[in-house]
């Protein structure tokens, strides 16, 4: 039925004026969001926590303890793997050692950005409203503590959705779920326990004594390199946040027969890999790039929100990983190119 003319612009008012409340709110959140993301961001990384959180992917469960402390500027952190092998991580700002108990193994890597739960923003997480819906949805709990739950929906069919939880107090993220276009959870990592407060610095020192005898290993990593290596398809929202060369040591194992000087005129180079990381704000691609050895197949793999394809391109063996969806890996990696300085 038509409106009679007259009564148009009463309507258009009476409408306006009922709806101004919720045009409110909503700007009001949309507002908010931006505000919300710094200090979940920074939430992780000048607090004093200590917890155990789970991270399930597919049919697989892993828990692990984080204790993390930050003195003057400095950041200090310990992770403990608490199924399976042992394993400890314990960081120093952007040097992380990791003890291996088992192999009696140290192995030292500098440069490295520290992007682990309950860390999972990126520096570009500003942009990502270009990416996502964003609302804010229900209260929940975790971990015993009240927390707000902030949707993210994706724009467009390279990336998932997230349903990320903070606490209303502190604003630490304390549950991540990932979710596929059904709004199922095909990934998610929380807290079940969470102290906030003073933490004794003795607690992300290492647990293992008598170390003075494990074999280290020095990962180097040189940052901030130009490889040539291009990817000239990126899903849009997706920026380059670092390019860098790994060189990867070769364990030989000791021969008895050989002196040390030809054993070591005999070792081979450490095993080159440029590795190249692009994000959204959320998440992340990594490509490696490597001199390809016979025995590889090419293929992809599926695991929870995880997708890896191998393939290879003249003499290198290209890898793509992320926890994205097999359309934005195949877009990547089907885009690599090198460009010669």
């Known amino acids: ?53 789970v991270y399930q992917q597919a049919n697989q469960m892993r828990t692990s303890r984080i204790t993390h402390l930050l003195e003057a500027n400095n950041e200090l952190e310990k992770l403990e793997i608490l199924d399976g092998k042992p394993r400890e991580y314990v960081r120093h700002n952007d040097e992380v050692t990791c003890y291996l108990p088992e192999s009696k193994t140290i192995q030292v890597e500098k440069q490295v950005t520290q992007e682990v739960f309950p860390s999972l923003l990126t520096s570009n997480a500003q942009s990502l409203p270009e990416s996502y819906s964003i609302k804010k949805a ?21 990336r998932y959705g997230y349903r990320l939880c903070m606490d209303q107090t502190s604003g630490l993220l304390l549950r991540a779920q990932t979710v596929n276009a059904k709004n199922e959870v095909i990934e998610q990592i929380a807290f079940t326990q969470l102290y906030l407060g003073d933490i004794d610095k003795s607690r992300v020192k290492p647990s293992f004594q008598n170390t003075a005898q494990w074999h280290v290993e020095n990962l180097t990593v040189q940052p901030n390199i130009n490889s040539g290596w291009v990817v ?41 890999v440029i590795q190249m ?21 090419e293929g992809s793999l599926q695991q929870g929100a995880v997708t890896i394809m191998g393939k290879r391109h003249g003499d290198y063996w290209l890898t793509a990983v992320g926890e994205v969806p097999f359309a934005a890996i195949k877009q990547v990696i089907n885009s690599i190119e090198f460009k010669p300085k």
Do not use: W
Request: glycine share 4%.
């Open 138 to 158: 229900e209260l929940s709990r975790v971990a015993g503590s009240q927390c707000q739950v902030l949707s993210f929906e994706p724009k467009d069919i390279y």
């Open 277 to 297: 990381i692009f994000s959204d704000g959320i998440a992340a691609i990594s490509v490696f790039i490597e001199p390809d050895t016979q025995g590889r197949t």
């Open 1 to 53: 039925m038509l409106l009679p003319r007259s009564s148009f612009p009463l309507f258009l008012l009476i409408a306006g004026i009922a709806a101004s409340p919720l045009l409110y709110a909503q700007s009001q959140e949309a507002q908010d969001i931006p505000s919300l993301l710094r200090k979940m961001q920074s939430s992780a990384q000048k607090l004093n926590y200590s917890g155990t959180f």
């Open 232 to 272: 000239k398809a990126l899903p849009a929202g997706f920026k380059k946040n670092r390019e860098m060369k790994r060189l990867i040591p070769v364990s030989i194992a000791p021969n008895s027969s050989t002196t040390a000087a030809a054993s070591a005129a005999s070792q081979p180079k450490p095993h080159e």
